[in-house]
């Protein structure tokens, strides 16, 4: 479920539709501002907070969605 709210987030932050679960951020053409964007939706959607850090080294759909699992604090 987690996955399902970070892929919407990413394909409308991103812009795009076509986003696999373990597409490369940055090779989708994520940037620094856009990643500012998708922390801000991750705390308003999500209730979470993702540091940069983080975003950077968990740079898919699938591997942001595990660490924001693993915080315990999802509120969907």
């Known amino acids: 479920m987690t996955a399902d709210s970070v892929h919407a987030i990413w ?3 991103l812009k795009r539709d076509d986003i696999a679960v373990d597409d ?3 090779a989708l053409g994520g940037q620094s501002v ?3 964007g998708i ?3 991750f705390m ?5 907070e993702v540091p940069m850090d983080q975003m950077f ?7 942001i969605s595990a660490y924001i699992e ?3 604090a999802v509120t969907l």
């Not at 308003?44 to 979470?48: A, I, Q, S």
């Not at 080294?57 to 591997?63: E, G, K, M």
């Open 11 to 13: 394909c409308r932050e």
């Open 70 to 72: 693993s915080l315990g």
């Open 44 to 48: 308003e959607e999500l209730g979470v």
């Open 24 to 26: 490369d951020f940055f």
């Open 34 to 36: 856009i990643m500012v």
């Open 57 to 63: 080294l968990h740079p898919t759909v699938a591997s």
């Open 39 to 41: 922390q801000g939706a």
